[in-house]
C-alpha cells in the first residue's frame, strides 16, 4: 500500500485565484452600514419635508414680516449635531442642494451656511458639553448669523432695505425656537447606526 501511494501524482499545492466577484456580491452591506445609510435617508427625507412644510405653510406665516426658515433649521440642526468631521462635509452638500431647490434666496446661501454650520459645531466641540441645551443654542446662534448673514448681503447688493434688519433677525430667532422641538426628531434619527463622533 505505501509503495502505491509513493507513485501516485501528488496534487498541486497552488490553487488559482477565485473567479472576479459581480457587483451584486460586492455591494453586499454589513448591517451597520445598512443602517447609518438609512440614518442619512432620513436626514434627507427630514429636509425634503421641512422644504415643503416652508413652501406650503409657514410662506404664508407671517410675525411682524418675519417667516421660518425650516431647510435652514434643519440642515444646521443635523451639522451641529454630527459634530465638524462629519457634519462640515454635510453642510456643504446640503447647502447645494438647498441651492438647487430653488427656495434659497442665492448661491451665495451655500458660503454662509458652510461657514456658519462649520463654525457653530466647532463653537460646540470646543467649549460646550455635548447636551441638548449646548446644541440647539449653538445651531441657533448659526440660524441667527446665517440670517443676518443675507441682511448684510442683501444690503450690500441692494436687495433689501435698511428697515428690514428686525425681520431678518427675528427669522433667525424663529429658527431658534423651531429646534426646541425639532431636536428630539433629528437626535432619534442621529443615534440610528451608532455615533460616529469622537471627542
Known sequence: MDFLKFFRKK??????????ATWLKTARMTR??????????????????ALVIQDV???????????????VTVILLIAVLEG??????????????????????????????????IGAALLRQMY?????????????????????GLYGLGIFMGLTRWDRLGAFALTGLLGLLVMIPLYPL??????????????
Not at 448661491?107 to 454662509?112: F, M, Q, R, T
Open 128 to 148: 460646550l458639553h455635548r447636551s441638548r441645551g449646548a446644541i440647539v443654542l449653538c445651531a441657533g446662534l448659526a440660524q441667527l448669523g446665517y440670517e443676518l
Open 186 to 199: 433629528i437626535v432619534k434619527i442621529g443615534l440610528i447606526g451608532g455615533n460616529t463622533w469622537k471627542e
Open 84 to 117: 465638524t468631521e462629519v457634519g462640515s462635509v454635510f453642510v456643504l452638500i446640503a447647502s447645494i442642494v438647498y441651492y438647487f431647490t430653488g427656495t434659497a434666496p442665492g448661491a451665495y446661501c451655500i458660503g454662509l451656511l458652510t461657514f456658519f454650520g
Open 57 to 71: 405653510i409657514m410662506s404664508r406665516v407671517r410675525l411682524f414680516g418675519a417667516t421660518t426658515d425650516l431647510a
Open 11 to 20: 496534487q498541486p499545492e497552488f490553487r488559482p485565484d477565485p473567479q472576479a
Open 32 to 49: 451597520q452600514q445598512r443602517l447609518r445609510l438609512g440614518k442619512w435617508l432620513l436626514y434627507a427625507a427630514a429636509i425634503l419635508l
